[in-house]
């Protein structure tokens, strides 16, 4: 229950963030592992909807979030673990939304 509380709680922050940016940011998933994609559709359903997900976007901020220490798989994976605690999720809504807003 805590951990899809908090996969939760940085999903809608991480889509807030986006939103406050101006970028088109897909974020889906169960909550203790999602996926976050640069892309103007509102669900992807198969892989042919993941062929329209700017790939080059996400390297960048993928990057730009390791160079601030928070740890996300290279296809846009995000998984919460029961070390992770409210403070970490804090952190890592604004550190994307600092990122986001640079790009």
């Given at each position: 229950e805590r951990m899809f509380r908090l996969g939760k709680k940085l999903m809608k922050g991480l889509r807030?963030?986006?939103e406050g940016a101006g970028q088109n940011v897909l974020v889906q998933g169960p909550g203790p592992m999602f996926n976050i994609a640069f892309t103007d559709?509102?669900?992807?359903?198969?892989f042919?909807?993941?062929l329209s997900f700017n790939k080059v976007k996400l390297g960048k901020f993928i990057a730009a979030m390791h160079d601030r220490k928070i740890r996300i798989i290279g296809r846009g994976l995000w998984y919460i673990s029961v070390a992770h605690t409210e403070e970490d999720i804090d952190k890592a809504i604004k550190t994307a939304s600092e990122?986001?807003?640079?790009?």
């Open positions: 807030q963030a986006a559709l509102p669900k992807a359903k198969d042919r909807d993941t990122v986001l807003s640079e790009m």
